[in-house]
C-alpha cells in the first residue's frame, strides 16, 4: 500500500487539529466546575458551565455536519474553531474577570460548539485518507488524545496563575491562542474532490441508509461506548474521594485514564484492519466488562486504576470501530446528514450520562452503578454478532448464476 505525501500532511494537520481541541475540552472538564463554584449563586450549580459545553455539542453536532457538506471541510473546520474555540476562551476569561456566571455559562456553551465541529475531524481522516490507509487514518487522528491527556491537566493548573488579576483565566486565554493557531493549520487542509461532495449529488433517503444492518450496529457501539464512559468517568473522582484518596491520586487515575482512551489509536486502526472491525467491536464489549468486573472487587487505588484504564481502552476499540464501520456505509453526497445523526445520537446520550452519573452514584453506590453498565454492554455485544451472523450468511448464500447451475 502507497500512502501519498498529501494524504500524510492532511493526517497530520488533523492530529494536530485533534490534539489542540482536546487540550480545550479536558481543560473544561478538569476546571470549569472549580470556577463555576466560584462563580455560581448556588453550590449546586457549580458544574452547569460544563453540562452547557455538552449542551452545545448536541445542538451543533447536526447542523455542522449539514454545513461542512454545503462548504467543505476546511471552511467548516475554520468556522468552529473560530466561533467556538477563539471566542469560547476569550468569552469565558473575560467571565471569569468580571465575576459572571452567566457569562461563563455562554462561553462554555460555545466551547461546546468547538466539540460539535472537532468531533468531524474522526470522519475528515477517513475523507483524504485512501480506503486501505483509511481506518489508520482515523485512529491516528483519535491519537492525539495522548499529547492532550498531558497538555490539558498542564492548561489548567499551571495556567491558573499566569494572570494575577484574573485567577483561573489563563487557561481559557489559552484555549483561545491554540485555536487561533489551529485556524491558521487548518487553511492548509486540503481535502480532495471525493471528499467534497456536490451538495447537487443524488442521495438515498436516511431512513433507506439506516436500514442497512451495519448502520444500527455502528451508532450503537459508539453511542453506548460514549455514554458508558462518560457516565462511570464522571462519577469516578467523587467514589474516590469518598473511599478518602486524594485529589492528587483521582488526577494521576484520570490522567491514565484519558491515556487509555487515546494511546491505542495508534494500533487500533491496524487490529481493525487485520482481524475486521466487527472483532474489535466485540473486544471492546469485553473490556467494559472487564472495567466493570475490576470496579466491583474493590475501591482501592489499584481497582480504581485497573477499572478505568479498561474503560478507556474499551471506549477507544467501540468508539474507533463504529466509527470506521459508519465510513463505509454510505456515499460522499450522504455523509453530512448520516454522520451529524450518528454524533447527534452519540453526544445526547453523553449528555444523559453525565447528568445522571451523579444520582446512580448517590443513590445506589460505586458497585451498583457500574453493574448498571453491565446490560448496554451485553446489548452492544449482541449487535456485533448479528451484524457478524447475517454478513456471514450474505457471503454463504449462492449467487443467481450459482443458483441456475445446481438446477
Known sequence: MSVTRLEKR???????????????SITVMTLSGVVGGQLSPDPGLATLPIAMMMLGTVVSTLPASLYMKRVGRRAGFMTGVALGG???????????????????????????????????YRFAAADVASPDFRSRAISYVMAGGVAAAFLGPWNASIASDWI????????YLVIAALALAATGLLAFLQVPARGEPDPGDAQRPLGRIARQPAFPVAVLAGAAGYAIMVLVMTAT???MRAQGLGMAQVATIMQWHVLGMFAPSFVTGSLIARFGVIQILLAGTALLAGSVAVATLGVSLAHFWGALVLLGVGWNFLFVGGSALLAGIHTEAERGKVQGVNDLVIFSLVAFGSLMSGTLLHRFGWEMLNLAMVPVIFLVALAALWLKMGQSRAREAPTPAGRDANR
Open 10 to 24: 492532511n493526517v497530520a494537520i488533523l492530529v494536530i487539529g485533534q490534539t489542540l481541541f482536546l487540550v480545550a
Open 86 to 120: 477563539v471566542a469560547g476562551g476569550l468569552l469565558s476569561f473575560a467571565a471569569v474577570a468580571a465575576g459572571s456566571f452567566v457569562l461563563f455559562c455562554a462561553g462554555n456553551l460555545l466551547l461546546g460548539l468547538y466539540q460539535g465541529f472537532a468531533m468531524y
Open 164 to 171: 494575577a488579576a484574573v485567577p483561573l483565566g489563563g487557561p
Open 237 to 239: 473522582p467523587l467514589a
